[in-house]
C-alpha cells in the first residue's frame, strides 16, 4: 500500500519550515523512546504487564491506589532517571530562534521543559507534579516517601501525579490552548505518535482544517501517513531533527 504522504529528506523539511514559519509540535512517546522510556503499547512496555483498566483507571485507583501505585511507582523511577535526547533539544532550539509556536505533548515525562522549551502545553498532564484528588492541593515531589503508598493530603484525600487517568477528561484549559496552537500554526510537525489515541488524534485534522501543512515524524508509517499528512519524514526523531536544524 502506497503512502499519501511524500517522503522527504531532512534538508526538504528544513526548507518547509522556512516557507512555513510557524510551527507548533504534537509530540506522542515516541520521541522520548531513545530517553530511555518505553512506548507504554509496544512490545514490552507497561501494558504489557499492567491491564489499564485495573491499574490506569481512575475508578480503579479511586478503590485500590495500593494496587495501582505499584505502576506508578515504576512509571516515577522510569521517568525520573530519564534525560532529554536531541530531538527533544532539537526543538527547544527551533523554538528560540522563533520558528516553533509551541509543542502540544501527549508525554507525562516533562522533558520538553527539562531541554528548554518553554511553550508546552501538557495534553496528558505532569507525572512529577503530584496533587490530592480530593482537594487538588499540591505536594511536592521531594516530600513524598513513595515506600508509604498510597499517600494521604491532610484533607484525607488520595495524593495521586497530576496525569489524565483513563476515565478522566483532558482538562480545559489544555484542550483550549492545543485547540489554540493548531489552528494558528502553518505547520505541524507529528513526531512519535501514530495518531490513534481520542482526542490527542483530533489535533492534526483540526490543524488540516485551518490549512496547515502537515509533516510526520516517524519510525514507520502510520494510519496518519495514509489519511491526513502531507509529508512522512522516516526514521528516529532524534537523528532527523537536528540534521532538519543543521540545514536552517
Known amino acids: 500500500m502506497k ?16 516557507r512555513h514559519p510557524r510551527v507548533v509540535a504534537l509530540t506522542g512517546a515516541g520521541i522520548s523512546v531513545e530517553s530511555g522510556i518505553p512506548d507504554f503499547r509496544s512490545a514490552g512496555g507497561l501494558w504489557e504487564r499492567f491491564d489499564p483498566m485495573e491499574y ?7 478503590r485500590h491506589p495500593a494496587k495501582v501505585w505499584q505502576l506508578l511507582k515504576e512509571m516515577d523511577e522510569t521517568i525520573t532517571r530519564a534525560r532529554p535526547n536531541p530531538a527533544h533539544y532539537a526543538l527547544a532550539e527551533l523554538e ?32 512529577l507534579v503530584f496533587v490530592c484528588d480530593n482537594c487538588r492541593g499540591h505536594h511536592p515531589r521531594e516530600t513524598l516517601d513513595f515506600s508509604r503508598s498510597p499517600l494521604y493530603c491532610l484533607c484525607g484525600g488520595l495524593i495521586r501525579p497530576d496525569v489524565v487517568f483513563f476515565g478522566e477528561a483532558i482538562p480545559p484549559a489544555a484542550q483550549a490552548d492545543a485547540e ?43 494510519r496518519l501517513t495514509f489519511s491526513l499528512a502531507h509529508h512522512f519524514l522516516r526514521g528516529s526523531a532524534g537523528k532527523l531533527l537536528p540534521l532538519a536544524l543543521k540545514e536552517l
Open 56 to 62: 490506569a483507571h481512575i475508578q480503579a485507583f479511586r
Open 180 to 222: 489554540e496552537l493548531a489552528q494558528h500554526c502553518d505547520l505541524l510537525l507529528v513526531i512519535g505518535t501514530s495518531g490513534e489515541v481520542a482526542p490527542a488524534s483530533y489535533i492534526p485534522a483540526i490543524a488540516k482544517e485551518w490549512h496547515a501543512v502537515i509533516v510526520e515524524v516517524n519510525l514507520e508509517p502510520t
Open 96 to 127: 528560540a530562534r522563533g520558528f516553533l509556536a509551541g509543542i502540544i505533548t501527549q508525554n507525562v515525562d516533562n522533558l520538553h521543559q527539562a531541554a528548554g522549551s518553554k511553550r508546552v502545553v501538557e495534553y496528558h498532564g505532569n507525572a
Open 3 to 18: 503512502a499519501k504522504a511524500k517522503e522527504i529528506t531532512p534538508q526538504e523539511l528544513a526548507g518547509i519550515i522556512r
